[in-house]
């Protein structure tokens, strides 16, 4: 029978440094064993927190998420803003370089959902799950009844152009590319007079 993971300040503390790690260095080829001796702790005390590398990449990846998740209902409360604005803080936040390697994670672990792996269990799920009731707070007011479609649309975008960031590292393409999309949508959701 397996142990259960603990809940603790050590594993939330360990896993900020490996979050922050991440983004500084990438994941590339990394053994649990160089990690661990970065961070100052030994590789058993990661496997005892997290159960495997590849499960720590998933819990990066979550806790990552959760923080812009966070971040995006953070900027949605500021009703002075349009959702123009809105969406643009959101996407200057995405575009931050300290980012960069936590979303090539996200996409590395992404696709290895998508194989089928054991340790991404529940991350397909997860991946619009999470995401979908956030973001569809977020454009209901612009959006009305179809605002969970048009939170699938934003997410598909959003993805699309970060996954072409991660790929390219053309950040002022990128960029253009959500500004016309982001301006196309406000022309869509504005009400005709």
Do not use: C
Not at 113 to 126: H, M, N, V, W
Not at 141 to 161: C, F, I, K, N, Q
Request: aromatic share 8%.
């Amino acid at each position: 029978m397996a142990m259960a993971r603990p809940t603790s300040n050590a594993r939330q503390d360990l896993l900020a440094s490996v979050i922050t790690w991440v983004g500084d260095h990438g994941i590339g080829d990394v053994s649990l064993r160089t990690l661990a001796e970065a961070l100052g702790t030994s590789h058993r005390m990661l496997l005892f927190h997290f159960g495997s590398k590849e499960a720590l990449w998933v819990e990066v990846v979550r806790a990552v998420e959760a923080d812009q998740r966070a971040a995006m209902a953070a900027i949605t409360t500021d009703e002075s803003a349009t959702i123009a604005e809105q969406m643009r803080s959101h996407w200057m936040g995405m575009l931050d370089p300290s980012l960069r390697n936590n979303i090539r994670l996200f996409f590395e672990v992404y696709a290895d959902a998508l194989r089928g792996r054991s340790y991404t269990k529940d991350f397909l799920d997860e991946v619009m799950s999470s995401w979908l009731p956030t973001v569809t707070a977020a454009l209901q007011p612009v959006s009305g009844s179809a605002a969970s479609v048009d939170a699938r649309l934003m997410l598909a975008v959003t993805r699309g152009l970060l996954l072409d960031l991660a790929t390219t590292g053309d950040v002022e393409s990128v960029d253009a590319a959500m500004q016309r999309f982001t301006s196309f949508f406000v022309r869509a959701t504005t009400p005709i007079e």
